[in-house]
């Protein structure tokens, strides 16, 4: 590798370490929220999850959904708890008893330091409900709305700055799904409004569910010819999973998101080409992650239940190195991938476990994570890199070296990301870095292990954790350091 200050990507918005919350299984009921847990407050969150979800340093959450959030009704989840309907949840087919919304939320939020992506319902609804929720939400006071919001013990308005225009809309599971010609329309009618009500906010419009869709390119570009002087990003959605276990291929997986990631870009340059305007629409990655292993018992789960384990994968190493790799490829998009969401956050598809009653842990993702959004902060550099390649099923030349490199220059930090993907061998990482005179290695952070399949547990939560190697070299502007096989790798350099 090669790496210069003057090769910069750009800025990275810390945003792209947003997580998300769904209302959904047990991520808040037996999750965040546990009114009885033994570290609850007198709120009911749940202390010991909130000092691992600030371990991750998450500057914004997605919330309600989701799925969820096509068939919700936010007033529902407003006022006294004991006034608030229960309701058949048709997304998970759950019941869903409201006790839990938007104003603890927000609360909740506040507490582990982040600010709230807040998702509005263009599935059983539309510009109405989107202007009253934003009413609520931003508006001072001296309104219907907004003095509700008051007088349910919330004198300041919650300024939530981060909207979405509904979720998934081109999926024929989402409640209220639409063609792109009838959500382009809701969604810009939609946005129009919202922004009438509060100008500062930005507002992200769906893309496609994932890049498979087969409107995939076309819902773009439909989307953004009805919205684009209204929204200020895209979405895109991915999970991946090794079903096949073939772990050559699982692991060349980015090669998909890179791409999906270069299409979007290139759709919506294209609109704005079309329509000669100035404005540049960003990507908001706003779901990523692995999701497979909890699939099949899902679809055996019986209807109906009120906070049921859905959608709770447990992840093993090899998962956590497809975590590694989609992190490193967000880095490489920074210039335009502005905002971006680990889907999910707690127990449903995410690095932090509960046990309703019981404790908290941390899953094998829950790493890889961590060391990205605490040293992923600065610059995304453009390496220059040579790395040995190889063919997997589905992917041609895909290198060993998956890397990345950020420089914090307030800091004077930088930063190597990277994951070896060969399974049998050792790489010898070979960096040069002249530019960074006085540097010197502080740390070399690895998460190996010899099971691909080991996974944290309650009962035995430190069977993959990150510990330090020491191999790291660094000799006149010449680094090297020993890349374990299959492994991730965090090389940390200060001045
Ligand atoms: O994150 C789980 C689900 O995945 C979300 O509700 C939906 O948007 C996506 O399909």
Sequence with gaps: MKIDKDFKIGDIDNRIYGSFIEQLGRAVY??????????????????????????????????????????????????????RPRRLELAWKTIETNSFGTNEFVQWAREVNADVMMAVNLG???????????????????????????????????????????????????????????????????????????????????GSSFRAMPTFGQWEATVLEHTYEHVDYISLHTYYGNPQNDISNYLARTMDMDQFIRSVIATADYVQTKKGSKKKIHLSFDEWNVWYHSLESDKKMSPWQIAPAQLEDTYNFEDALV?????????????????????????????????????????????????????????????????????????????????????????EELTIFAVNRDEKRTLVLECEIREFAGYKAIEHIV???????????????????????????????????ELPKVSWNVIRLKK
Aim: one cysteine or more.
């Design 447 to 481: 998460l190996e292990n010899e099971d691909l399949k080991a996974v944290n547990s309650q009962d035995k939560p430190d069977q993959v954790v990150p510990h330090n190697n020491r191999t790291v070299q660094l000799d006149n502007g010449l680094l090297t350091a």
């Design 30 to 83: 037996g999750g965040i929220y546990e009114p009885g847990h033994e570290t609850a407050d007198e709120k009911g969150f749940r202390q010991d999850v909130m000092k691992l979800v600030k371990q991750l340093k998450v500057p914004v959450i997605r919330y309600p959904g989701g799925n969820f959030v096509s068939g919700y009704n936010w007033e529902d989840g407003v006022g006294p708890v004991e006034q």
């Design 323 to 411: 975590v590694g790799c989609m992190l490193i490829t967000l880095l490489k998009h920074a210039d335009r991938v502005k905002m971006a969401c680990l889907a999910q956050l707690v127990n449903v598809i995410a690095p932090i476990m509960t046990t309703t009653g019981g404790p908290s842990w941390c899953q094998t993702i829950f790493y890889p994570f961590m060391h990205a959004s605490l040293y992923g902060r600065g610059t995304a550099l453009l390496p220059l890199v040579w790395s040995p390649v190889y063919d997997s099923k589905d992917f041609t030349d895909v290198p060993y070296l998956e890397s990345a490199a950020v420089y914090n220059e307030e800091l």
């Design 124 to 206: 059983t609804r539309g510009v109405d409900e989107a202007r009253n929720l934003i009413e609520y939400c931003n508006h001072p006071g001296g309104t219907y709305w907004s003095d509700l919001r008051k007088s349910h013990g919330y004198k300041d308005p919650h300024n939530i700055k981060m909207w979405c225009l509904g979720n998934e809309m081109d999926g024929p599971w989402q409640i209220g799904q639409k063609t792109a010609d009838e959500y382009g329309r809701i969604a810009c009618e939609t946005a129009k409004v919202m922004k009438w009500v509060d100008p500062s906010i930005e507002l992200i419009a769906c």
